[in-house]
């Protein structure tokens, strides 16, 4: 460390990169853990770095060939300043007024809560020097992502603020760091860029509530039909069933009707097109909601239906199973009688695992096409494709397969305990639904009238009128 320290300034790394005078010079407010990892990755893209500090001579560890000032000289070296220092302290900037008119200020900060105050940060950094040109950037970013550099969920930069210049310069500076850049437009989108960091899987949660709704409704229906059943009517106590059937019924039910619940909306917004005559309306808030959340409910049912298959191959290793195989087989020893090969049951059996698996094997190209990598190398009549009509292929199979297990149990009386129709039957309503009215949409006529309206053809207020009267 040079020995020859000035009172206001000074270089922890005189040697190089500060002596070049090519290099465009940044600066960054605050020598904390953005501040650092920032100024890291400034000064590998080929910026001179200058610090601002409280403390230039006693700050923390800076990167190498970063040069350390207090405030008001570091805000006189360089037109561009970024602000890494918490809102709550931003009361000093005022008395740099003068040091930072006309200088491009980047607030980075976010908040620990939503609404903590009044106006977004940004917004009140530009209250406290008018003269500054505010942009709102990097804080959707976390120190340890700009350390490590961009990577496929970090790649983006969101910025807003009122001078294009400004925004221009911050977006020259993220380019150059390897970043994307997503203008937001003015300021007054900064509340919006800040509240980014604090959402907490927001799009999971309609579908993580439909989940668990659909799990305890199943699982209470089944519980009361198999297991407490059981007990009140025949005093048997079936309840360690609750471990492998149950939840092996649970899963493929819930599996079943959010796959259906991912297709269910496709075919309701099809239906308002071809009511309306046009695709320009908006959809009504919660269906658009419901679409947003497509990806999710597919993806909590594959989990569901991984289950529903592990818990399958596990069936033959149960030891309720074992001894009821055993069983049989010494009843059959003991009265010297073989039971007959039943080729209708082995048909039956046959194609109920055959159409399941070749159903899972499609939800597990539906998955794998939903990820982000994968996605991104096909293209878009790829990924409708796959998502579109082999979705559709999936829920038919698993729609068909959940047919082949009900056979024909739905004729015996036996079946209704308590009047109640089997948890399987509940199941296959939403899908067959989906089903019918898809084959419905894809009726020539409605899929040719549909096609054109998707294409941008609007039906006229004098056509809308007559369908009117014709339907009154
Ligand atoms: P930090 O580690 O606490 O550092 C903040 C720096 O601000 C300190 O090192 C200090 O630098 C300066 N400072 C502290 N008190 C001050 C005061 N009273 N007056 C003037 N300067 C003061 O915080 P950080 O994690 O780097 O975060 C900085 C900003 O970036 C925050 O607004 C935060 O919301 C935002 N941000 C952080 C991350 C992250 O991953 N850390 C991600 C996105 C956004 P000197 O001692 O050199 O003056």
């Known amino acids: 460390m040079s020995e020859e320290v000035k009172p206001e300034s000074m270089s922890l790394y005189p040697a190089s990169a500060a002596a070049n005078p090519e290099q465009e010079a940044v600066c960054i407010f605050g020598t904390g853990d953005l501040g650092r990892s920032l100024g890291q990755r400034l000064l590998q893209s080929g910026y001179r770095l200058v610090y601002g500090s409280r403390r230039p001579h006693s700050c923390g560890p800076v990167p190498p060939g970063a040069q350390v000032m207090s405030h008001e000289v570091a805000a006189q070296s360089a037109s561009l300043v970024f602000v890494c220092v918490q809102r709550e302290?931003?009361?000093?900037?005022?008395?740099?007024?003068?040091?930072?008119?006309?200088?491009?200020?980047?607030?980075?900060?976010?908040?620990?809560?939503?609404?903590?105050?009044?106006?977004?940060?940004?917004?009140?950094?530009?209250?406290?020097?008018?003269?500054?040109?505010?942009?709102?950037?990097?804080?959707?970013?976390?120190?340890w992502a700009l350390q490590n550099g961009p990577s496929d969920a970090n790649r983006q930069v969101y910025l807003c603020g009122n001078n294009p210049e400004a925004k221009q310069a911050v977006a020259v500076i993220s380019t150059k760091l390897g970043f994307t850049v997503q203008d937001r437009g003015s300021l007054s989108a900064a509340r919006e860029l800040e509240d980014f960091p604090l959402q907490l899987f927001p799009e999971w949660r309609l579908p993580m509530r439909l989940t668990i709704g659909l799990t305890a409704f199943f699982f209470f229906y089944l519980l009361t039909r198999d297991v407490i059943y059981a007990y009140v009517d025949e005093g048997r106590d079936i309840s360690f069933r609750i471990m492998m059937s149950l939840a092996n019924k649970v899963f493929p039910s819930v599996s079943l009707i959010l796959l259906s619940l991912c297709y269910l909306p496709g075919v309701i917004a099809g239906f308002f097109q071809l009511y309306r005559g046009t695709k320009y309306k908006r959809f009504p808030d919660w269906l658009d909601r419901w679409m947003l959340c497509r990806k999710q409910l597919g993806l909590i049912a594959l989990a569901?239906?991984?289950?529903?298959?592990?818990?399958?191959?596990?069936?033959?290793?149960?030891?309720?199973?074992?001894?009821?195989?055993?069983?049989?087989?010494?009843?059959?020893?003991?009265?010297?009688?073989?039971?007959?090969?039943?080729?209708?049951?082995?048909?039956?059996?046959d194609s109920y695992y055959a159409i399941g698996a070749l159903g899972f094997g499609l939800y597990l190209l539906l998955g794998i096409s939903s990820l982000p990598s994968v996605s991104n190398a096909l293209s878009w009549r790829e990924f409708s494709f796959i998502q579109s009509k082999l979705g559709y292929l999936t829920l038919f199979f698993c729609t068909f397969h959940t047919y082949l297990y009900g056979w024909d149990r739905f004729l015996y009386i036996s079946q209704y305990k308590w009047y109640t129709p089997p948890g399987y039957m509940l199941c296959l309503v939403v899908p067959s639904l989906v089903l019918v009215f898809r084959l419905l949409l894809l009726l020539p006529c409605v899929d040719k009238s549909l096609s054109r309206i998707r294409q941008g053809w609007e039906?006229?207020?004098?056509?809308?009128?007559?369908?009117k009267s014709l339907l009154a």
Do not use: C
């Open 89 to 143: 302290h931003y009361d000093f900037l005022e008395t740099l007024a003068p040091q930072l008119n006309g200088k491009v200020l980047v607030d980075v900060s976010n908040n620990l809560k939503k609404n903590m105050y009044p106006e977004a940060n940004a917004e009140y950094l530009q209250k406290l020097i008018p003269g500054a040109h505010v942009v709102k950037a990097f804080n959707t970013l976390s120190a």
């Open 304 to 349: 569901l239906a991984s289950l529903h298959v592990l818990y399958t191959l596990l069936i033959p290793i149960r030891y309720y199973v074992r001894f009821r195989l055993a069983g049989s087989t010494i009843s059959q020893i003991k009265s010297n009688k073989t039971s007959p090969f039943d080729t209708t049951m082995a048909w039956r059996t």
């Open 459 to 467: 039906r006229t207020d004098t056509e809308n009128d007559s369908k």
